[in-house]
């Protein structure tokens, strides 16, 4: 879910090699309904052009403080009000000083001097600069001051250097920008949600488990520290990013999983169980490499706990959210795990389905509740289901109390 469409942004570029990545987050803003100003200055425009910029935005593109027609058509103050939040990617450490220090000598500073938007700063600078301490000091001004920051990352940098000081990916630039703008009704609540396959161990290179890519949890574990909450991820391996700002646990197997959950539950007021769970697991364990002998090999596997059920058998749980995929019968699967697992709502997906299920960035739902209501979903990002889950989480929790 991007909480950027119709939105009014303000992208501020300034001088630095990296001022062509800025050009890609501006594309990615375009692309998610935002209405985006760019003001770059001076030195930014000796990297890249403004009619760049200009062509990607469809409006023009702001450089000069004192440039008669378009202080006439949009002004700086006009510029500081309309935006809803802005962005300074690539900030050369020269502008994090300047707005530290209260100096307001050309559009961008002046801009930002003028707004209450959220303001958001995406560094890129030489590694030494980056530690310097006089900049250390005005990033940390700035951000007691309210200012927020995407951290400068870890690589090779134009100046030959290896370090840290390079911009941030445009996607994260462009995921902390969508949080800031997020609503925050989740505030106050702790959601925990698990997210992936787990991992069934035969021996130390073999294991038994499933296609679920841990998509559908991420989402949701983005979605729900945008919009406010605390959020505890239980993740079985998977090849995806760690989102920034929640606490993530690392588990293999079932049983890791379940040990997990237990030990975060009584701080959760929300319990979303995304994971595809082994339900058995192998009741042996070599410890070395099982070796090819006979024709056939049989393996004898036995039950792994079901996390959600003994979850449902707690005197007072959280709201519990459990997923079923199904390949047959998806109402009357689904609805008999919902009243097994005591759960207030169930998400089920016929992952005979095109584009939903494991391993898709889609995913078509059907939302189950414990009155019998049904919510049949179309087929929608994960990221925008993740969202929607989120509403019906909240109107529960409300019910509940
Ligand atoms: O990860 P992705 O690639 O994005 O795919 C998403 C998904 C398809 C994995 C996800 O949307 C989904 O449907 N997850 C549940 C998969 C499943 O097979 O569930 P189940 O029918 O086996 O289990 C029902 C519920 O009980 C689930 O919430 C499950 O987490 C939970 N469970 C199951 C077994 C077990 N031992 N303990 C459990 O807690």
Known sequence: MTYLNGKTILLGVTGGIAVYKSVELLRLLTKAGANVHVVMTKAATEFVTPLTFQTLSCNPVHTELFNLIQEQEIGHISLADRAEIVLIAPATANIIGKIAGGIADDLLTTTIMATKAPVLIAPAMNVNMY??????????????????????????LACGWEGNGRLAKPERIFDRASALLAPSDLKGETILITAGPTREELDPVRYISNHSSGKMGYALAKTARDRGARVILVSGPTCLEPPLGIELINVESACQMRDAVFSMVESCTVIIK??????????????????????????????????????????????????????????????????????????????????????????????????GTVEPLELMSKTRLADIILDRAGALLKDKR
Not at 131 to 156: C, M
Not at 294 to 317: A, C, R, S, V, Y
């Open 131 to 156: 530690q310097n301490p006089i900049y250390k000091e005005n990033e940390a001004r700035l951000r007691e001051l309210g200012y927020h920051f995407v951290d400068a990352e870890t690589g090779s």
């Open 274 to 371: 995304a994971a595809a769970v082994a339900d058995y697991r192998p009741a042996l364990r070599s410890n070395e490499k099982i070796k090819k002998r006979g024709k056939n090999l049989t393996l004898e596997l036995e039950k792994n706990p079901d996390i959600l059920t003994e979850l449902g058998q707690m005197k007072k749980p959280p709201l519990l959210i459990g997923f079923a995929a199904e390949t047959n019968d998806l109402q009357t699967n689904a609805t008999a795990k919902l009243t097994a697992k005591n759960l207030d709502m169930i998400v089920a997906n016929d992952i005979n389905q095109e584009g939903a299920g494991f391993n898709t960035s889609t995913n078509i739902a059907r939302l189950l509740y414990r009155n």
